[in-house]
Structures are given as structure tokens and as C-alpha cells.
């Protein structure tokens, strides 16, 4: 290639260089907006004050990194040979990159359509298992040991969250264990007051367990049922009061969600749908699991004083 | 420094660095015409080089632009030997990435595989994908060895036939969006992978990432490329009207944004109407509107090259009739001396 032609070359490859700087430079600093907004004013255009996706990003740019070039109208042609020399500040972002897709957003429309896809075309039939996976996806898997109520969506977590969201778990679990241990010294020294206090103040013996159905026969002068009737009045007070604490402070839902049988029968109900109509009982049942051996640890209690107390004879 | 930018596309035509040429805008403003007359000028002004014409558009018109019938593999046009043109099949794609997917599982009741394609089909800008999954098999299949470089592609310049502007900036999205969601399922495949292992897909979902980030590079690769202005460019078409203005100064911005070179706007459509001999009071009212849109234009696009193209009597259809309008994308139309042609064209 002969000298004037290499010089005409670089002349046009110059050229678009600095038109391509032109061009950049006036969409540069809200130009580009006041552009839009110039076309839409002519036009007696019924929008205004539109913002241009280049002025949005130099908005993200100055948030995230502070510019520490001048703020100038124009800037300065730079020489070609520089240009030229110069490496590639920073590596070349993918297109798009300025304005991705939200792929979270786009997951959820596509669990989202999913779901209505299935419903509507078999409607009134739980029985998709599609559907349910559609759902179960969008509505989000809980990690095992994790609250459902603090998942949102399995695609929406940070390590932030989560890490939170483990905090928070333990901090319930504690809560359970704490509020269980305090009912258990409550229950220990209300059975503990009762039972000797009946056996103390009722006279002739009569507050003895017997083997004996002769023993058992005798008829005291002071009534020993009363020591049964304040059983039963401090039973139903703690375990009112331990089923409105622990359902106000959400510890039955803490236990629950760590339960295996629930996580079975959640994963059970992918391809048994009919699965779900139990597991609230399945639930309760866990509820009442506890309140029933609130009681019957308290009888069981009663009952190792009554042998001891069948020692001393 | 002031340049006199010619409204030709004659350095466009003439730049022999470009590989890539992007055809876009707004829905029918003469995107097929003009990139077929772009592809047919290049075809003729060098005649040794090969060029290949890509409809992205899944409302497909080259076949009624050259009077030809095109398919999804490269065809010759009649009368232009180094000039191919190609059709993408978005639903020909898909069976294709199915039928990929056979070779890793073969189970015709694994629902996973029925999970995937519901999936598959509900992505937004699959067509897109899909389009641009096309484009990377053709290219990658027109690859030849010349002195052991495998990096030549057979085809000098390869010009896009775009679909309407939202979908085309949807399709230059898809490198960012394929490595956020191979990001997804990489996550994906740790929480749920014994689950996915249980349903079906086992030990051949490793093979399927591997395939998966190939491909990914070779997105990069061409993003690379559409990013490079010396080797792609984007042109603009339009018409001289509100809504067309307004689009094209959105769309050029967004292509900024992009990294994606434009340089040049095609306006179509124009009726040159002050030198009619007997001229309709609808066109003398018509041009009025087009020469104030053309005055903004001039403004707004003093740094690019303002290519006006004029409205002809007849639809610019055949590879005769394209390359009769086509010299106009090189030597601007004059009105005086180029009338004859609006009435002269024939239908094909």
C-alpha cells in the first residue's frame, strides 16, 4: 500500500473516530434527554420530561463511583495517536449490560405463567402436578430450617438475608426452649406446692397411695379431692398460657417448620396434592403434642411423689 | 474540524473492515427494502467477496423482497451469485435445541424434560434467543480453514435484517441476559440438583453446562465483535414523521448504551414534491409535514449520514427493481434528474 493511500486510511479511519466522539459527546451529560424531550415538544407531543436510558446510566455511574474529570460542555479531541495507543480501559461489557433483563423478574413470569397455564386449563382440579412445582417454585422453597414466613422467593435471597433469616431461626428456637423451660419450673413448683401441701395439712394418712384395696376403701374426714380439683385448675391455667404465648410468639411454626414429617409430606404433596389437606391437621396434632405432655409430664410427676412418698411407710 | 458528511452510504459500502451490518427500526419504514438494497450494493461493488442476508425478524420478507423463496440455511440469490439470503426459524431452532437435548436424556416420561420445554417456551425473548442461537450454529458452521486460521468466515459481511426495534434491542440484550441466566442455573443446579438427579437428567447435567458455557463464549466472542465499530454497525431506518423521529432518536440512544456504532440514517418514503409537474394537493401537504421532520433531522443528525430515500409508485420488489433503487443509497436522488424512475419501475 503506497504512503498517500495509508495516509488517507488513517485520515478516514480519523474521521469516524471523531464523529463517533461527536456523536457521544452530545448525548453526554442530559443531553440526551433534552434531546427526547426536543423531539417531543415539536411534535406537540403529549409526553414531557421522558429520560433517556443514557442519562439513567451516567445517574447509576455517579452514584456508585464519584467522576473526577472536569465538567466540561465538550471533550477534548484527543489525538489519533494516542487513540490509538491507548489499552482498553476497562474490558468491553457485554451489550445490554446498561439495561439488563432482570432475570429474577423474568423467572417469576415464567412461574407465573406456568401457574395460570395450569389452572386455567384444569380448573378446579388441584391435581396439576405441574401447577403445584409452579407454585411451590414461585412461592419459594423454604431451606430446611428456615421460617417459610421469612422466605419470600428462593431467587430474591442474598447471603445478607439468609444469614439474617439463620439468625433469626436460632433466636426462635431459643425462644421455644426458653419459654418450655420456664412452664417446666412453673409446672415442677405449682405441682410440687400442691401436692405437699395436701399431704401435709390432710390428717390420718389419708393422702397416701396404698396397694391395699382396704387402705384405698378408707374414708377420710378431710376430702382429698380437692388436691385432684387444684391439679386440674393449675393444668388448665398452664396450658392456656403456654398455648397463647407460644402461638403469640410463633414457636409452634418454629417447631413445625423444622419437623421432618412436614417437610415429607411438603415433599410428598408434589406428587400427591391430596397430601396438603393434612398437613394442618398433621400440624395441630404437633400442637397439641405438646400441651398433652405438659400434662402428662405433671401426672407422671405425681405419681414419682406418691412412690417415694411409699417409702416411708 | 468540520467534515462535510455525505448522505450516501458509500462509506458503509466502501469500508472494508465491516463484518457486521445491523438494519433496524420502527415496524414498516422500509427496513427489508433498504437492507436488501445494502446487500445487493455490497454484492455488486465487490463482486469477488461473498455477503449474506439475515432476516431476524420472525415475520420473515426476503422472500417477498427478492421474489425468492428462502429457508433457514443460506440460499443464492438468482441473478447475484455472491449474495445468499437466510431466513431464521425461531420453531425450527427450538426442535433443533430439543433434539439436542434428546442426546443427554433419552426418556420420553421424564418430566423434567417436560418441565424444560414448558419453560423454555415462556421466556421472554426466546424468539430472540433462539434467532440468535441460529445465527451462532450458521456462523460457526461457515468457519473455513484457510492457512490453519479457523477464525475466517467464509462471508465478508453479514447483514441483519432486524425485526421491529424492540425486538432487536431484545436480541443485542442476549449476551448480558445468557450469563445472568447461566448464572441462575448454576445456582439452580446446586439447590436443586439431588432433586433434578431423582427426575431425570442424572450425570449428564455436567455435559450440559459444559455445552452451555461453550456457548457462552461464543457469545462473548460475537458480543465482542457488535461492540467493535470498526467491524459492526447498526443503520437506522425510518420515515419523516413523529413517531419515526422520536423512535429512531430512542433507539439510536439505546444503541449507545450498547456500545453499538450508528453512523448512518436511511429516511425513507419521501415524496420530493416541489418539483412535481402536476402535483396532489395531498402530496404537496405531505411533503410540507416530511421536509419539517427532515429540517429537525437535519439538526439532530448533522454528525451522521442523512441518507433520503424517495417514495416510488410501485413496491420495490425483485432483484432488478432493488438495484435500480438501491444506487440511490450512493448517489443521492435527485428529484430533477432522477423523477423518471418513480413511474418506470415495474412490478416483478
Known amino acids: ?313 | 474540524m468540520d467534515f462535510e458528511l455525505e448522505p450516501t452510504l458509500e462509506t458503509l459500502i466502501t469500508q472494508d473492515t465491516l463484518k457486521w451490518i445491523f438494519v433496524g427500526g420502527k415496524g414498516g419504514v422500509g427496513k427489508t427494502t433498504t437492507s436488501s438494497s445494502i446487500a445487493v450494493q455490497l454484492a455488486l461493488n465487490h463482486p469477488n467477496d461473498q455477503f449474506l442476508l439475515i432476516s431476524t425478524d420472525p415475520a420473515h420478507n426476503l422472500s417477498d423482497a427478492f421474489c425468492q423463496k428462502f429457508g433457514k440455511d443460506a440460499r443464492k440469490v438468482e441473478g447475484l451469485p455472491n449474495l445468499s439470503c437466510m431466513e431464521i426459524d425461531p420453531e425450527a431452532a427450538m426442535s433443533d435445541l430439543q433434539q439436542q437435548a434428546q442426546q443427554y436424556n433419552n426418556d420420553p416420561n421424564d418430566p423434567l424434560k417436560s418441565m424444560m420445554n414448558d419453560m423454555t417456551g415462556s421466556i421472554p425473548g426466546i424468539d430472540e434467543a433462539l434467532s440468535f442461537m441460529e445465527v451462532l450454529k450458521h456462523i460457526k458452521n461457515q468457519k473455513v480453514n484457510e492457512d490453519d486460521s479457523k477464525d475466517k468466515i467464509s462471508y465478508r459481511t453479514i447483514i441483519f435484517d432486524t425485526a421491529p426495534t424492540g425486538h432487536t434491542l431484545r436480541f443485542l440484550q442476549l449476551p448480558s441476559t445468557l450469563q445472568k441466566l447461566l448464572g441462575k442455573f448454576q445456582q439452580l443446579s446446586g439447590k436443586l440438583g439431588p432433586m433434578m438427579s431423582m427426575l431425570g437428567g442424572g450425570a449428564n447435567q455436567q455435559d450440559m453446562f459444559a455445552k452451555l458455557n461453550e456457548v457462552q463464549k461464543n457469545v462473548t466472542e460475537v458480543n465482542e465483535q457488535f461492540t467493535n465499530p470498526d467491524l459492526t454497525t447498526f443503520v437506522c431506518v425510518c420515515i419523516s414523521e413523529f413517531l419515526s423521529l422520536y423512535e429512531t432518536e430512542r433507539m439510536i440512544q439505546e444503541l449507545m448504551s450498547y456500545q453499538m456504532d450508528v453512523n448512518s440514517i436511511v429516511v425513507n418514503q419521501l415524496l420530493f414534491a416541489d418539483d412535481d409537474e402536476s402535483p396532489c394537493s395531498r402530496c404537496v401537504s405531505r411533503w410540507k409535514m416530511q421536509k419539517k421532520y427532515l429540517d429537525q433531522m437535519a439538526e439532530l443528525y448533522e454528525d451522521y449520514h442523512l441518507v433520503k430515500m424517495p417514495l416510488l409508485g410501485t413496491e420495490i420488489r425483485g432483484v432488478e427493481n432493488l438495484t435500480k433503487f438501491s444506487k440511490f443509497l450512493l448517489k443521492p436522488y435527485d428529484p430533477k434528474v432522477d423523477r423518471g424512475i418513480i413511474t418506470e419501475m415495474k412490478e416483478q
Request: charged share 20%; aromatic share 10%; hydrophobic share 40%.
Open chain 1, 1 to 313: 500500500m503506497s504512503e498517500p493511500e495509508v495516509k488517507k486510511e488513517l485520515t478516514e479511519a480519523e474521521k469516524r473516530q471523531l464523529l463517533r466522539e461527536r456523536r457521544k459527546a452530545k448525548m453526554a451529560k442530559g443531553q440526551a434527554s433534552d434531546r427526547l424531550n426536543n423531539i417531543l415538544s415539536q411534535g406537540s407531543s403529549v409526553k414531557t420530561n421522558v429520560k433517556s436510558v443514557l442519562d439513567e446510566e451516567e445517574s447509576v455511574a455517579k452514584a456508585t463511583s464519584p467522576s473526577l474529570s472536569n465538567e466540561e460542555d465538550d471533550p477534548e479531541i484527543q489525538d489519533i495517536t494516542s487513540i490509538a495507543m491507548q489499552p482498553p480501559i476497562s474490558p468491553t461489557p457485554p451489550i445490554g449490560e446498561g439495561t439488563p433483563e432482570d432475570i429474577d423478574a423474568i423467572f417469576n413470569k415464567i412461574f407465573q405463567q406456568q401457574q395460570q397455564q395450569s389452572g386455567d386449563f384444569k380448573e378446579g382440579d388441584g391435581n396439576d402436578p405441574m401447577a403445584n412445582l409452579m407454585k411451590m417454585f414461585s412461592e419459594g422453597v423454604p431451606e430446611p430450617g428456615l421460617s417459610r414466613a421469612t422466605t419470600e422467593k428462593p431467587f430474591d435471597q442474598d447471603p445478607a438475608i439468609a444469614k439474617y433469616q439463620m439468625e433469626l431461626y436460632e433466636y426462635q428456637q431459643y425462644q421455644h426452649k426458653l419459654w418450655k423451660f420456664r412452664f417446666l419450673i412453673i409446672r415442677f413448683i405449682c405441682t410440687s406446692v400442691n401436692f405437699f401441701y395436701h399431704f401435709l395439712t390432710i390428717p390420718d394418712n389419708a393422702f397416701r397411695a396404698s396397694s391395699h384395696s382396704y387402705v384405698r376403701g378408707l374414708v377420710s374426714s378431710t376430702p382429698v379431692n380437692t388436691f385432684i380439683m387444684w391439679f386440674l385448675t393449675i393444668e388448665a391455667a398452664i396450658l392456656a398460657s403456654y398455648y397463647f404465648i407460644s402461638s403469640k410468639n410463633g414457636l409452634f411454626q418454629t417447631r413445625n417448620e423444622n419437623s421432618l414429617i412436614l417437610k415429607g409430606l411438603s415433599l410428598g404433596a408434589m406428587v400427591l396434592p391430596q397430601l396438603n389437606a393434612i398437613k394442618p391437621i398433621v400440624a395441630r396434632v404437633f400442637q397439641y403434642h405438646d400441651l398433652v405432655g405438659i400434662v402428662l409430664g405433671d401426672l407422671a410427676l405425681v405419681v414419682v411423689y406418691f412412690g417415694l412418698l411409699s417409702f416411708t411407710r
